[in-house]
Every structure is written in C-alpha cells, then in structure tokens.
C-alpha cells in the first residue's frame, strides 16, 4: 500500500499540479495594478475608510460622505485646496451688506444639474426648507442656524418658512439674512449640508422630508458637481464619473474615481503597497514609523482640525473642585506622549482649539507642571494623593486610546501619587454612558466642521447637547453666544474667544491632549493634493501623471 | 428518508422561533440604540427617528410587529443604510460570501482529501506524520494570521496575485479562498485519514485487492465511499461554518461579504439587520446540517436501515 509502488496515484498528483499550475500561471504575470491602469485612463482609486451611511447631504454625517458628496455636488462656495478662503461655487460672486446681517449671492448661468436642468436660485431656497425639516432626521440643521429664524423655524416656533432668511430674489440671485454677523458664514456654506438637491428627483422616490428615499442610488442621482454617481456597490466600492454638464467641466481632469470602503488600516496600507490605491484614508501608527524610516515620500502627515480630549465629569463629588481638575490637566506630559507614545506627529494640546485655526491663536495658559499640580492637590485636601478616590478613565475598545489612557495613568500615579481604573467599553455602550453622565474621565475627540474657534468653543455651553461634563458657566456662555456673535472683525471676535477659552481652560471641565493629525499615503502620480487642515481634497483639481515634479 | 426529512423541516420551526426571540431580546438589551452617535442627536429628530422605525412603540409590540412582518417575508428596513431592506442587503452580499464558502470548500476539500487518503495509505510512517503535521499547523493556524502571510509572499513579495477586493480584479479570489479553506482542510485531511484507515482494514478492500484490482480503483471506489462517510457529516456544518464565519477572511481581503455585514450590524446597533442576518445564517445552518445528515444516510446502509426501521 506503499505510495511509491502506485504509480497512478502518483500521476494523478502530477496532473493535479500541472492543472493548478496552468490556472494560477495566467495571473502570475504581473498584470498592470490600478494605479498603473488609473494612470492611463484617469482613474483615480481612493482610500475611503467606512462604507458611506448616506450620499444625501441632508443626511449623511462623516469624513467618507464628505469624501463623495463633494465630487457629487457643490455649494454655494468653495474653499481654496491650500488657504480654505471661501471661492466662488455655484455662485460666481456674493455681496456682503455694511452691517454684515444680508448676503446676496450671484448665481452663475451656466450652473447645471447632471441631467441638464438649470441650478437656479430657487433650488437652493426649496433645499434649505428641506434641510430644516425635523422629520429628515439631518443632524447637521444647526449650520443653518446663523440665518434669521431657522432655528425658531426648526424648532417650530414658527411655521411659515417664508419668515426664514432665505429668498429668491430672482433665479440667478439667493439673498440670506442672518441673525447676527457672523463671519465665518461663508464657510458653512462649502459644507454638504447646505448643498442643493435636486427637488424632482428627490420628490420622484419619496416626499421631501422622507428619511431614505432612494434618489442618491446609483441610475436615479441627479447631482450638481464636477462627478456624477456611476456605480455603488454596498462595501465594494463607489464610482463617480466625469459629469459633462458641470460648468467648469473643462478643468476637471479625472475621467473617474473609485471609492473603496476599507475599515481595515493594514488592509489598506497593503493594497497601497501593491498598487491598488493611489490614497489611503489613513496610515497604521505601527507603519507610520517604518514609512519615516525609509524616508518614502508617500507618507503624508499633516495638522488635522481636530482635538483629543478628556471630558470631566464635574458632578463627580471629587472631581467637581476646578483644583483637581487642574492638577490632573498640569501633570500630562504631553510632549512625551505625543512623541514617545503617538508617534505620529500629533501636536501637544494646551487649548481646545488647534492653533492657526483661520488665523485664531488659544491663550498659552495650560503647561505641564506637576510641583503646581502637588500644591493644588494639597490645597483640595489630596496632600500626596492621599485619600483621593480611585478614579476611572472611560475609552471606547481600541488600542491607541489604551495606550493613551496606561501612559496618563503613570503620569498620574508618579506625579500626583493617584490611582487610576482603566475601562473599555464597544463604542455605543461608551457613547451610551457617556451621555447618561455615567463616567468619570472620558477620552473625547471633536473634529472641527468649519474652520473656525466657535466651532470648538461652543460646544461647551450650559446643557450643550455635546458638553457632557455638567459643567456650566454663564461668563463663558455670554462671551460665545451674545458678545462673539456681535463683534464684526475677526481680530475683536477672536479677542473674545481667547477670553473664554481662558475661562474654559482655568475652569478645565476638558483636558486637551493633542492636536490630531492626518496621516495618508499618496502616490507620486496624484498631483495637487494639497495639504490643508480639513483634509479634504478639492477633486476637480486633481490629476494623475507620471511625470516626476 | 423523505419523512426524516419532513420532520427535521418541522423541528427547524421552533429553532427558528427560538433564534428570533433571543436575539430580539438580547440586542434590545444591548446598551446604546441605533442613532445613538459621538455628535449630539437633537431631541427632535431622536424622536422623528424612532417614529419612523417604530423604536417608540412597547417592546413587546415590536416583538410581534417584527414577527408579523417576518412572516410575510419583510425583514425591515436598516437603520444604518436608510433607504435600504435588510432583505436586499442580504440578498447582494450573500452571493458573494457564498461563492468564497464554495470556492474554499473546493480548496479544503481538494488539499483534505488528498493529504488524508496519502496519510492513510502508509499509517505511521512519514508519509503519514508528514501531512498530518502540516494539517495540525492548519488547525491552529488562525485566518487573520494565514492570511497576511499569504498577501505577504504572493501579493506584495511575488506580485502574483492581488491582496484584495472581490471579482475586480483577475485571481482576486485564490488568496481569500486558501486562507478560508486551509483550516477546513486540515479537518478533513484528519476525518478523511481516520475514515479510510477504518475502511482499508475492512475484509472487503482485501478481497477487492486479492481479485487484482490496482491500487487507485481500491482507494478511489471502494474505499472512498466508505471513508468518506465522517467527512460528509463534517462537510455540512463546515459549509455553514464558513458562510457565517467569514468575517476575518472578508476584512483582511477588503471582501463585499455579508460577514462582513452581520460583524458591522453588531457594532451599529442595526436591530433588523441584526435580526435578519441571524435568523437567515440560523435558517441556513439548520440546512446544511439536514442536507449533511441525508448525504450520510445515503453512502451509509446501515443509517438507511435505521431511517427505514424507524418508519416501520
């Protein structure tokens, strides 16, 4: 029964080789990858983390939507790839009055919906109406909320949409009044949430403020951007191709674009390292290091809008005393951990919001400092540490917060003498007890929608929906939402926020940590990707080459 | 056999029953909803939103609401994809998982039965500890670490095949398929060993080998038939194994899978689709382990006696 005296069987084998063999050869032969087909025909392949939620821009909310609404569809204003100052979009040029309460916008003449209907000034009023509609569910309403009366309206203090500050003067002209000047207006106007939809083709799969009507599926989108939707395979893949009736049609350079939802960063990065992608949406930290050590210029890392924090929770009895608070904000050192620890260039964090944000620079209040630290323990009645409780840190499930909250924890044990308890817990339970104000230390995060400090600042006002620290000033709150809002440069409005960013920081119901940052890999063939601290990408400007700049 | 079957199609109703009411209660149970998210979710529309899912009604309501609708075959809308039915989520992912679950069956079986026959052929010496250790390997190797490796050496090293996506490119599903099927070959390459090793002693394999037959109509007919009988009763619950654990192997090669599917529904809190993923992997497990029993009541005569006495 010895093998070796069965020849047949011995043949069978061979034959069965030959035959895997024979069907694996033809895919051997080092066929051309993505990017080097991309290349020939303009077709970009991106990188584009989870498998969006939603493409209609009343709707959705995340950093993928964003990625493919803004290839779909444009506003109002654009925002230039490298300074992020308003453009002109949709409209060519606007007016701002004296008192800065009325915008008039121009619209162009030659804006067009993909299906060749003219984009005129009254789709933008019969969208925003739509956006304010509570049944739709659209969690980003509050950027209308500049504008006279859409809060009152969305609320439903009022009803009749007419006392809203939005008209038509006529098709080509849309005039906005707002509540009070506010200058970063212009900015919210390059979100999706304030781009047109397309009101037959909204109202032809459902009413307008019905949640999840299938006008954003692929055949049925009518969209206003330099791409229309081709193609969208549920977690495979979403296609945009060149829309032919986009006014500026003739700039754009991509015939094609090739969204992948990849949740997997080592995924990712491998199919960048095999020529599948020309982008990734990010970079695993463990990489990040190896990329800087080969000096491979594909490792992009640049300042991200956005800031980690940890949230107090000031109706915890021990951590109620703005002393403690202090002392636990003096004592991170937070130069180590963002270069021994994160790696990944992230900057330390002494204010809420990044600096540089449009020119807005935090006060310097916050260092580390632990002998300050020991002596406001003391003063609290925690001489050394004694008889302080041990206290939580809450994170969601995920190694990079771990690391974080283990090197806080030994920060804290050396320099203030504190024990500290470590959970985790899967994201919704985590956001569940961080809303029932069932914590005690919170790791947070907040990336900015708009590039400006009222972003980050007004957030932490008495019973804001996404404070969550039972911490409530009315100095505070009368400097962001009564003087902030009144003040028509941005050097006074910027004076102000600096004011209360000096409350928020002496008063530390949030501890920042750091700046995020964004981490990519970009192929030498991508060019005028340029680097901005929204990350986002202007796609009618890009283009793919071979040259070598 | 007909009315084994008819009563084990019966028996899959209360399983099924049982499937839905765990899992309705055990995912209500979970903290955090649906449309719970890291920006604050104004009152107003919280309630917009559980209006239109029906989250606003008593749970026992939507118990039997969820009931009513299932049993006329609506399986609901998703929460986290509006606009989309469970049903047709499933129905567009599926296919896919079930083609990687056929293409790694064909590699765990090819790579199992080879390796066990060969083992079986010569016990205890090399060519015996030879493939059975590499099939050890296989069972403790984990798919999340075969995987990599396999992407590692074929994909980015070799540049042969590519490391990810799912009928984009040319031999994107060689690498997905081995890395599933391997563990399950190292199974059946075990079963395939023991089942043969059985039958190759049995008086029979030595009156066929006495009347002259070669070696390759033994082993490939008579004893075959007879060793394969444990590797049949494995093969069903594998199959149904590979289609619901999928999830690693459809993430690692960025796979439009539904394991993929049913993993992130967890996560979102996606109730329906939840639901409908589990009752629907449940319904196909309860087949596959049905069609597993009949396949072995058909090579094996004396189960079919057993079957046949039964209805006496």
Redesign the interface.
């Given at each position: 029964?010895?093998?070796k005296?069965?020849p047949?069987?011995y043949r069978?084998?061979f034959l069965?080789l030959h035959g895997i063999y024979l069907c694996?050869l033809?895919?051997?032969e080092?066929?051309p990858t993505?990017v080097e087909l991309g290349n020939e025909t303009g077709v970009l392949h991106w990188g584009n983390g989870t498998?969006p939620?939603?493409l209609?821009p009343h709707?959705a909310?995340g950093v993928p939507e964003h990625h493919v609404i803004s290839a779909l569809m444009e506003g109002l204003v654009l925002k230039d790839s490298q300074t992020l100052e308003p453009t002109p979009g949709i409209a060519e040029r606007w007016d701002i009055s004296e008192d800065q309460l009325v915008y008039t916008f121009h619209l162009r003449s030659d804006a067009k919906w993909s299906n060749g209907d003219t984009l005129d000034a009254h789709d933008f009023v019969w969208s925003w109406w739509r956006a304010l509609q509570?049944?739709?569910?659209?969690?980003y309403?509050?950027m209308y909320f500049p504008i006279k009366n859409a809060r009152a309206y969305?609320?439903?203090d009022i009803n009749d949409f007419k006392e809203v500050g939005v008209k038509a003067v006529n098709d080509l002209t849309l005039q906005v009044m707002l509540e009070n000047p506010t200058p970063y207006f212009l900015q919210l106007l390059d979100h999706y949430s304030t781009f047109p939809v397309h009101q037959e083709t909204v109202e032809r799969f459902g009413s307008a403020d019905e949640?999840?009507?299938?006008w954003?599926?692929e055949g049925n989108m009518v969209s206003n951007g330099p791409f229309k939707l081709r193609k969208w395979?549920?977690?495979?893949?979403i296609v945009v191709e060149k829309n032919p009736q986009y006014y500026d049609e003739k700039k754009v350079k991509l015939n094609e674009i090739v969204y992948?939802p990849?949740?997997?960063g080592?995924?990712e990065e491998?199919?960048f390292?095999?020529g599948?992608l020309h982008y990734t949406n990010d970079v695993p930290i463990d990489k990040v290091e190896t990329y800087r050590a080969a000096n491979d210029p594909a490792l992009r890392i640049h300042p991200y809008l956005g800031t980690y924090y940890y949230r107090i929770n000031t109706r915890v009895p021990h951590l109620k005393d703005r002393r403690v608070r202090r002392a636990l904000a003096l004592t991170i050192d937070r130069e180590s951990l963002t270069k021994n620890i994160l790696k990944g260039g992230q900057i330390p964090a002494y204010a809420m919001t990044p600096p540089d944000t449009k020119g807005y620079f935090p006060p310097n209040k916050l260092e580390f400092n632990p002998l300050e630290a020991k002596r406001l323990m003391a003063l609290s009645g925690y001489p050394d540490g004694k008889n302080f409780p041990e206290t939580e840190i809450l994170y969601n499930t995920n190694e990079g917060h771990r690391k974080v909250a283990v090197a806080i924890q030994q920060m804290w044990k050396i320099h203030l003498n504190i024990d500290i308890r470590l959970t985790n817990q899967?994201?919704?339970?985590?956001?569940?007890?961080e809303?029932n104000g069932d914590y005690e230390i919170s790791r947070a995060?907040w990336i900015g929608d708009y590039v400006d400090p009222n972003n980050f600042l007004d957030m932490f006002i008495c019973g804001?929906?996404?404070n969550?620290t039972g911490w409530c000033n009315e100095d505070y709150d009368k400097l962001i939402l009564q003087e902030a809002p009144r003040k028509k440069s941005d050097q006074n409005r910027f004076a102000i926020f600096r004011e209360a960013e000096e409350i928020l920081i002496d008063e530390m119901p949030v501890i920042p940590i750091y700046t995020y940052t964004s981490k990519n890999l970009v192929h030498s063939s991508l060019k005028n990707l340029n680097p901005n601290i929204l990350n986002q990408a202007s796609y009618k400007d890009l283009f793919l080459s071979d040259d070598i700049e | 056999m007909i009315r084994f079957a008819a009563v084990r199609l019966l028996q899959a109703i209360p399983v099924l029953f049982g499937v839905i009411t765990i899992t309705f209660i055990l995912i209500h149970s979970a903290p955090g909803g649906p449309f719970s998210a890291d920006k604050a979710v104004p009152p107003e529309v919280l309630i917009a939103l559980e209006e239109k899912y029906d989250l606003n009604l008593p749970l026992w309501q939507q118990y039997f609401g969820y009931l009513e609708d299932f049993i006329s075959g609506d399986f609901g809308p998703s929460f986290k994809y509006p606009g989309r039915n469970v049903s047709e989520l499933i129905a567009s992912a599926f296919p896919t998982t079930a083609e990687l679950a056929l293409y790694s069956m064909i590699v765990a079986i090819g790579i199992g039965l080879f390796a066990g026959v060969v083992a079986a052929m010569r016990p205890n010496s090399v060519q015996d500890y030879a493939p059975m250790s590499l099939a050890m390997i296989g069972i403790c190797m984990p798919s999340f670490l075969l995987g990599p490796l396999l992407v590692l050496i074929f994909g980015i090293y070799l540049e042969w095949l590519p490391i990810s996506g799912w009928n984009s490119l040319p031999g994107d599903k060689i690498l997905p398929a081995i890395t599933l099927g391997t563990g399950y070959a190292a199974y059946i390459a075990r079963l395939t060993r023991g089942g043969m090793l059985d039958i190759l002693s049995q008086d029979y394999i030595r009156t066929a080998r006495a009347k002259g037959l070669s070696e390759i109509v033994i082993v490939c007919k008579h004893g075959l038939r007879g060793g394969l009988i444990p590797v049949v009763a494995f093969l069903g619950p594998a199959f149904a194994g590979m289609l619901g654990g999928s999830f690693v192997v459809e993430t690692i090669f960025n796979i439009p899978g539904l394991g993929r599917f049913y993993v992130q529904a967890a996560f979102n809190r996606d109730y329906t689709m939840i639901l409908g993923t589990t009752i629907f992997f449940a319904a196909l497990i309860v087949s596959f382990n049905l069609i597993s029993d009949i396949l072995a009541m058909w090579m094996n005569p004396k189960l079919r006696q057993k079957d046949l006495g039964d209805e006496k």
């Open positions: 029964m010895d093998i005296s069965n047949q069987i069978l084998f069965i694996v033809p895919g051997c080092n066929p993505n498998e939620q939603s209609d709707i909310t509570p049944r739709l569910g659209n969690l309403a509050y969305y609320n439903g949640r999840g009507t299938r954003t599926y395979t549920i977690n495979q893949e992948y990849i949740e997997n080592i995924t491998r199919m390292r095999a599948q899967e994201w919704k339970v985590y956001l569940d007890s809303s995060g804001g929906g996404n969550r | -």
